[in-house]
């Protein structure tokens, strides 16, 4: 009995420990499917959530309806040299525009875009809880496309910080929100694509280069940086459609801060006034005129206006200005920006090269005057001889429109191919200056050219066109293309 219960006991022990086994077995068979991990990439980064910064600054961005004195609103379309630029604003019905806003302060402040409110009736605002309002502007400055408006909501109101755009780099993400095509609160996020771009849409353009979409209707609208603070105000797209294409365009928060105050402050804004109009240096033309080496940009001075702070302080058309009040200049749309920016009557150090020579003058700057821009680019050609010049008469002063006394050599001809050709001398143009010397005649004009060419150096010539005074990079040396 007892070799059977132990025979009965090795058994059951046989078969345990055949369940073991097979489990075992079983085991390393699921465990190698178990322990097999899903494909991971170790440098993958998780995209930003904007959703909290959207929540934070909704209730400062409101929509606004512009009802039109006029019967017929369209959006406004530019052809500029990057293709068509057309302003943001709508594609409502017949008598009314939508566009985009938001809240400085909290009294009721809004800034939005000249364009939203123009040629208005009536400005309705539309707050993030659905409230309407209706609007008062306060003040416009169509040279940058800003508006300033104010609600009474018999409240304080959530409102927005303007930071510092001065500090936006591309690659930098950001965040749209406002009413694209009545559709209001609506978010968008991309990156800047480029800063200080010009557009052609003003004087001042300065623009933020964005791919976050932006369409109809988020004119005036915020753009902020992922701390929450407006960066920008978004105000336009180039798009042959219409919609968007990733190319939209903000005005920088710190040209909005400076106009948004004097309109606060005045109903309006003031501009300082150097009275010049210049145009870019060259490579071509920091050669011709002699500029020292390494000096390849600037704004040149191609007219002083008569009676203006400039001339009273001594510029001299050929001066390149280089700084002003201690901001780098390196174009004439610099100048026009830094000069704008700066109070009236502000004493302003401006340095300058003059025949090689680095000099600096303190110039009271006086007011814009209205219509005006602070430096207008004119006319600008390339540089090149084949010229047939004549006299410039009376009779051909008042064909030309150009004042009395006015000297100089008019070109008659211009022959194909050649120097001046490639420099974009053109039939009418009034050649006053070749280099440093003064022209009142073709012969004086032929002389100092026949110099340049023995010398084999480009030269800058002073030209007149269309009333605009420009200086032209000829090249004596220069062969068709």
Same mark, same amino acid.
């Given at each position: 009995?007892?070799?059977?219960?132990?025979?009965?006991?090795?058994?059951?022990?046989?078969?345990?420990?055949?369940?073991?086994?097979?489990?075992?077995?079983?085991?390393?068979?699921v465990g190698r499917a178990e322990t097999s991990t899903?494909?991971?990439?170790?440098?993958?980064?998780?995209?930003?959530?904007?959703?909290?910064?959207?929540?934070?600054?909704?209730?400062?961005?409101?929509?606004?309806?512009?009802?039109?004195?006029?019967?017929?609103?369209?959006?406004?379309?530019?052809?500029?040299?990057?293709?068509?630029?057309?302003?943001?604003?709508?594609?409502?019905?017949?008598?009314?525009?939508?566009?985009?806003?938001? =809240?400085? &302060?909290?009294?009721?402040?809004?800034?939005?875009?000249?364009?939203?409110?123009?040629?208005?009736?009536?400005?309705?605002?539309?707050?993030? &809880?659905?409230?309407?309002?209706?609007?008062?502007?306060?003040?416009?400055?169509?040279?940058?496309?800003?508006?300033?408006?104010?609600?009474?909501?018999? +409240?304080?109101?959530?409102?927005?910080?303007?930071?510092?755009?001065?500090?936006?780099?591309?690659?930098?993400?950001?965040?749209?929100?406002?009413?694209?095509?009545?559709?209001?609160?609506?978010?968008?996020?991309?990156?800047?694509?480029?800063?200080?771009?010009?557009?052609?849409?003003?004087?001042?353009?300065?623009?933020?280069?964005?791919?976050?979409?932006?369409?109809?209707?988020?004119? *005036?609208?915020?753009?902020?940086?992922?701390?929450?603070?407006?960066?920008?105000?978004?105000?336009?797209?180039?798009?042959?459609?219409?919609?968007?294409?990733?190319?939209?365009?903000?005005?920088?928060?710190?040209?909005?801060?400076?106009?948004?105050a004097q309109i606060e402050a005045h109903g309006s804004v003031t501009r300082g006034?150097?009275?010049?109009?210049?145009?870019?240096?060259?490579?071509?033309?920091?050669?011709?005129?002699?500029?020292?080496?390494?000096?390849?940009?600037?704004?040149?001075?191609?007219?002083?206006?008569?009676?203006?702070?400039?001339?009273?302080?001594?510029?001299?058309?050929?001066?390149?200005?280089?700084?002003?009040?201690?901001?780098?200049?390196?174009?004439?749309?610099?100048?026009?920006?830094?000069?704008?920016?700066?109070?009236?009557?502000?004493?302003?150090?401006?340095?300058?090269?003059? +025949?090689?020579?680095?000099?600096?003058?303190?110039?009271?700057?006086?007011?814009?005057?209205?219509?005006?821009?602070?430096?207008?680019?004119?006319?600008?050609?390339?540089?090149?001889?084949?010229?047939? =010049?004549?006299?410039?008469?009376?009779?051909?002063?008042?064909?030309?429109?150009?004042?009395?006394?006015?000297?100089?050599?008019?070109?008659?001809?211009?022959?194909?191919?050649?120097?001046?050709?490639?420099?974009?001398?053109?039939?009418?143009?009034?050649?006053?200056?070749?280099?440093?010397?003064?022209? &009142?005649?073709?012969?004086?004009?032929?002389?100092?050219?026949?110099?340049?060419?023995?010398?084999? +150096?480009?030269?800058?010539?002073?030209?007149?066109?269309?009333?605009?005074?420009?200086?032209?990079?000829?090249?004596?040396?220069?062969?068709? *293309?």
């Open positions: 009995m007892q070799n059977l219960l132990a025979r009965r006991r090795a058994t059951r022990a046989a078969l345990v420990v055949v369940l073991l086994a097979g489990t075992a077995i079983g085991g390393i068979a899903p494909i991971k990439v170790a440098s993958a980064q998780m995209l930003p959530d904007f959703s909290r910064l959207a929540a934070s600054v909704r209730p400062a961005v409101v929509s606004i309806t512009n009802h039109l004195k006029v019967q017929n609103a369209s959006v406004e379309t530019i052809p500029t040299p990057f293709g068509m630029f057309q302003i943001p604003q709508q594609q409502q019905r017949a008598q009314e525009a939508k566009g985009s806003g938001f =809240l400085v &302060d909290a009294n009721g402040t809004i800034v939005t875009n000249n364009h939203v409110v123009k040629n208005a009736r009536e400005v309705m605002v539309t707050l993030s &809880d659905g409230q309407h309002l209706k609007a008062k502007v306060i003040g416009t400055d169509p040279r940058t496309d800003l508006a300033v408006l104010r609600v009474n909501a018999g +409240k304080p109101l959530p409102y927005l910080q303007l930071g510092q755009s001065n500090n936006v780099v591309p690659g930098q993400w950001v965040v749209a929100m406002g009413n694209p095509y009545g559709l209001g609160g609506t978010v968008t996020a991309g990156i800047v694509s480029a800063r200080g771009r010009d557009i052609g849409a003003g004087p001042y353009d300065d623009f933020i280069q964005i791919d976050a979409p932006i369409n109809p209707g988020n004119s *005036g609208g915020p753009l902020f940086n992922q701390q929450g603070q407006v960066i920008g105000v978004d105000t336009a797209i180039i798009s042959p459609s219409g919609g968007s294409v990733g190319i939209g365009f903000a005005i920088p928060s710190d040209m909005v801060k400076n106009v948004v006034y150097l009275g010049v109009s210049a145009q870019p240096v060259t490579p071509e033309m920091a050669t011709a005129l002699g500029l020292p080496s390494g000096v390849t940009n600037g704004a040149l001075v191609a007219t002083v206006e008569p009676n203006s702070p400039a001339q009273r302080a001594g510029l001299q058309p050929g001066d390149v200005i280089r700084d002003v009040n201690g901001q780098t200049i390196k174009s004439a749309r610099d100048l026009a920006i830094d000069i704008a920016a700066i109070q009236p009557g502000t004493k302003t150090p401006i340095q300058f090269i003059r +025949k090689g020579e680095t000099r600096t003058l303190t110039i009271a700057l006086a007011t814009l005057p209205n219509g005006r821009t602070a430096s207008a680019s004119p006319h600008h050609a390339q540089g090149r001889i084949g010229l047939a =010049l004549a006299p410039l008469t009376p009779n051909t002063r008042n064909q030309l429109g150009l004042p009395h006394g006015t000297m100089g050599a008019v070109v008659a001809g211009v022959q194909p191919g050649s120097p001046a050709d490639q420099a974009g001398l053109q039939q009418g143009d009034v050649i006053t200056a070749v280099g440093a010397q003064a022209i &009142d005649s073709p012969q004086a004009a032929v002389r100092v050219l026949h110099e340049a060419e023995n010398a084999g +150096k480009p030269v800058a010539l002073r030209v007149l066109r269309n009333g605009h005074a420009a200086y032209v990079a000829l090249d004596p040396a220069a062969k068709a *293309g």
